[in-house]
Nanobody, 118 residues
């Protein structure tokens, strides 16, 4: 059973930056693709970035050029560097293992709140 703990969220002004971390427990972290999702109030959860086991990345159009996903398999951690933040990036951010068609695998963690506001 893999457990995921997200951290690094907070309140930031528009144009600012945050770096989210997702620490995983359990084995076989390195063989799975990982995704960062977000859910804003009243909206569906959406995939914003994914990284394959080999480090290949894909981003949602809304964050492309501003967010960077990375992973450190030795530390069993995946990161989301968020730059040039906008108010519409406000959401709870979650990480999770995903399969090749981006279906989440396992249980969601508690997420980390990101609020972009002046």
């Amino acid at each position: 059973q893999v457990q995921l703990v997200e951290s690094g969220g907070g309140l930031v002004q528009p144009g600012g930056s945050l770096r989210l971390s997702c620490a995983a427990s359990g084995s076989a972290f390195s063989i799975y693709a990982m995704g960062w999702y977000r859910q804003a109030p009243g909206k569906q959860r959406e995939l914003v970035a994914r990284i394959s086991s080999r480090g290949n990345t894909v981003y949602a159009d809304s964050v492309k050029g501003r967010f960077t996903i990375s992973r450190d398999n030795a530390k069993k951690t995946v990161y989301l560097q968020m730059d040039s933040l906008k108010p519409e990036d406000t959401a709870v951010y979650y990480c999770i293992r995903i399969d090749p068609i981006n279906t989440p695998i396992g249980s969601w963690g508690q997420g980390t709140q990101v609020t972009v506001s002046s």
